[in-house]
């Protein structure tokens, strides 16, 4: 069950009814629902063997690259392998504009431009003003562009121990808590 549930994750991640062969065990159950959907043995999907697997029947175009109207098991990897890739290129986009913004929140924020922001200046960013004791590392009163990154950060992997946590004690793994 548990091996279900992290394949199905790793699918619904890949934006398709494929994960990239992270481990040999994952590609095996795709390829064997691939061969159990090839119902004429060519080794390849037409469109209404594709059905048996409906994120592959829906991106099917994009994935029969070589459009012969069939799609092989490695093109159906590689779609799944070009939509991962896209994924991670999406979120440093998106990562980079998070940042950007918050940059200049905290330049406008900074009224004196001391490249600090002290409780006053704070409050401009909510946020920041709730946490700044725990942001203000060097106890100084004032949170530097530094000081904040280093807690969002902190923050950002006490949050991934947290999910790691929970799913290590909610799964059955056998760890006790």
């Known amino acids: 069950m548990k091996l279900r549930l992290i394949t199905l994750s790793l699918l619904s991640a890949a934006g398709l009814a494929v994960a990239l062969p992270a481990s040999a065990m994952h590609h095996e159950k795709f390829e064997a629902a691939f061969k159990s959907a090839d119902k004429d043995g060519d080794g390849t999907l037409d469109k209404e063997e594709a059905k048996a697997i409906p994120k592959v029947a829906r ?8 459009k012969d109207g069939t799609l092989s098991m490695a093109e159906v990897m590689a779609g799944a392998k070009d939509k991962m890739k896209g994924k ?12 950007e913004d918050g940059k200049a929140r905290f ?3 900074d009224k004196d431009g001391d490249g600090t922001l002290d409780k006053e200046e704070a409050k401009a960013m909510p946020r920041v003003a709730g946490s700044f004791d725990k942001i203000d590392a060097d106890k100084d009163g004032t949170v530097s562009m530094d000081e904040i ?29």
């Open 107 to 109: 330049a406008a924020a």
């Open 88 to 99: 991670g290129k999406d979120m440093r986009d998106k990562t980079k504009a998070m940042h």
């Open 59 to 66: 991106n099917f175009d994009a994935l029969d690259t070589d």
């Open 149 to 177: 990154h280093a807690f969002m950060k902190s923050q950002h992997q006490g949050k991934r121990k947290d999910k790691d946590h929970d799913h290590d004690s909610h799964h059955g793994d056998g760890k006790e808590d």
